[in-house]
């Protein structure tokens, strides 16, 4: 096996291990067969990761939750305490940066469903987790909550997105499925209905 370990690099590693959860699932992870397909010895894996598999499924949970193309420094690098990072505001109403954004992360779960069940017991704390808790929090208060409603609407938020797309996946091979575009379409369906019985009551 090839000891040459230039261009192994977080990323790369974390994309190869989701390869590997798409046809073999989280259980037929281990760091060998990580090593294995990126044609290094496990060691060269430990080297990024010297945590061990914890440390790596923590990185993988942070990258399937941040959009497409963030750098990994921000994506999967866990923060050391220190102010979140500010993400720039869309002026655009706070029901429609919240339905872009809605969109956006399901996409991001539909595509490494595989790794759904990390989501289960992590919530890793990066960069742009900071920037998602403040647009998400941002739009909230924008829309009149305060307080401890704020934080209520977002987990019911979050729990909308995930608990969406489990069931989506749950039932994608049913007989009776419907296409992606009606799936789509039953998303966002549901993700109005939240968020107009979330919306502050008008005076």
Same mark, same amino acid.
């Given at each position: 096996?090839?000891?040459?370990?230039?261009?192994?690099?977080?990323?790369?590693?974390?994309?190869?291990?989701?390869?590997?959860?798409?046809?073999?699932?989280?259980?037929?992870?281990?760091?060998?067969?990580?090593?294995?397909?990126?044609?290094?010895?496990?060691?060269?894996?430990?080297?990024?990761?010297?945590?061990?598999?914890?440390?790596?499924?923590?990185?993988?949970?942070?990258?399937?939750?941040?959009?497409?193309?963030?750098?990994?420094?921000?994506?999967?690098?866990?923060?050391?305490?220190?102010?979140?990072?500010? &993400? @720039?505001?869309?002026?655009?109403?706070?029901? =429609?940066? /919240?339905?872009?954004? #809605? %969109?956006?992360?399901?996409?991001?779960?539909?595509?490494?469903?595989?790794?759904?069940?990390?989501?289960?017991?992590?919530?890793?704390?990066?960069?742009?987790?900071?920037?998602?808790?403040?647009?998400?929090?941002?739009?909230?208060?924008?829309?009149?909550?305060?307080?401890?409603?704020?934080?209520?609407?977002?987990?019911?938020?979050?729990?909308?997105?995930?608990?969406?797309?489990?069931?989506?996946?749950?039932?994608?091979?049913?007989?009776?499925?419907?296409?992606?575009?009606?799936? &789509? @379409?039953?998303?966002?369906?549901?993700?109005? =209905?939240? /968020?107009?019985?979330? #919306? %502050?009551?008008?005076?």
């Amino acid at each position: 096996m090839s000891r040459n370990y230039a261009g192994l690099s977080r990323e790369r590693i974390i994309v190869e291990a989701l390869h590997i959860i798409s046809g073999r699932g989280l259980g037929g992870l281990s760091m060998r067969r990580l090593g294995d397909a990126l044609e290094v010895e496990a060691m060269a894996v430990y080297h990024h990761f010297p945590l061990g598999k914890d440390q790596l499924f923590n990185a993988i949970a942070a990258y399937v939750t941040s959009p497409a193309g963030t750098p990994l420094d921000d994506a999967a690098a866990e923060e050391d305490g220190g102010p979140d990072t500010a &993400e @720039a505001v869309d002026p655009g109403p706070w029901d =429609a940066r /919240l339905t872009d954004w #809605a %969109h956006t992360y399901r996409a991001r779960l539909l595509e490494h469903s595989g790794a759904l069940s990390l989501l289960v017991h992590r919530a890793p704390r990066t960069p742009v987790q900071g920037a998602t808790h403040a647009l998400v929090h941002g739009a909230f208060e924008e829309a009149g909550l305060r307080g401890d409603d704020v934080e209520s609407a977002a987990d019911a938020l979050y729990s909308y997105c995930i608990g969406a797309v489990v069931h989506e996946v749950r039932h994608q091979d049913d007989e009776d499925a419907p296409d992606a575009a009606e799936r &789509e @379409a039953r998303f966002g369906f549901g993700l109005r =209905a939240l /968020l107009r019985g979330l #919306a %502050h009551p008008q005076a």
